[in-house]
């Protein structure tokens, strides 16, 4: 069996990571103060702070970017006791939703991965993935379908 070459396990660790920011990104923030209610010890290396970015469209979606407009957003950096880093950047104002995901990413790095991953990521992965379908449902029933008919004199 072949072994992994460090660059692809790099880039995995790293799809892996950005996967789960998104996902503590997304989440709300009361349901994850739920599933996190006590944080282990931190300091601070970037208290959270509220800034903002400049968000980006694309022409057509794929086309020429163009500056849509600036999105408010709360940023964190910490360092836990035993040396994990974890940052966060959550849209909006809330500055314990910042410092919680950022808690969490930090988590995620050590041997406490796996139990993250099961009381918290996947609970929120299969809430997210409830919410996307009941908004597609609800906007597939809103499809209209056009057809034309075949009238006699067009024939």
Same mark, same amino acid.
Request: glycine share 8%; aromatic share 4%; charged share 25%.
């Given at each position: 069996?072949?072994?992994?070459?460090?660059?692809?396990?790099?880039?995995?660790?790293?799809?892996? %990571?950005?996967?789960?920011?998104?996902?503590?990104?997304?989440?709300?923030?009361?349901?994850?103060?739920?599933?996190?209610?006590?944080?282990?010890?931190?300091?601070?290396? &970037?208290?959270?702070?509220? /800034?903002?970015?400049?968000?980006?469209?694309?022409? /057509?979606?794929?086309?020429?970017?163009?500056?849509?407009?600036?999105?408010?957003?709360? %940023?964190?950096?910490?360092?836990?006791?035993?040396?994990?880093?974890? #940052?966060? #950047?959550?849209?909006?104002?809330?500055?314990? #939703?910042?410092?919680?995901?950022?808690?969490?990413?930090?988590?995620?790095?050590?041997?406490?991965?796996?139990?993250?991953?099961?009381?918290?990521?996947?609970?929120?992965?299969?809430?997210?993935?409830? &919410? &996307?379908?009941? %908004?597609?449902?609800?906007?597939?029933?809103?499809?209209?379908?056009?057809?034309?008919?075949? %009238?006699?004199?067009?024939?």
């Amino acid at each position: 069996m072949m072994q992994a070459s460090p660059e692809t396990e790099t880039r995995d660790a790293t799809v892996a %990571r950005k996967a789960w920011m998104g996902l503590l990104a997304r989440a709300k923030p009361a349901r994850l103060a739920v599933l996190v209610p006590e944080l282990p010890a931190y300091a601070l290396l &970037r208290a959270p702070e509220i /800034g903002a970015v400049m968000v980006q469209g694309r022409i /057509g979606g794929s086309g020429q970017p163009f500056n849509l407009g600036e999105m408010t957003v709360t %940023r964190c950096a910490l360092r836990l006791g035993n040396g994990a880093v974890g #940052h966060a #950047h959550v849209q909006g104002r809330d500055k314990a #939703h910042a410092l919680r995901a950022a808690v969490i990413d930090a988590l995620m790095q050590t041997d406490q991965a796996d139990a993250m991953r099961a009381a918290v990521l996947k609970p929120l992965q299969a809430e997210e993935t409830l &919410r &996307r379908s009941q %908004r597609a449902a609800k906007a597939a029933a809103t499809k209209v379908e056009f057809f034309t008919l075949v %009238r006699g004199e067009d024939q």
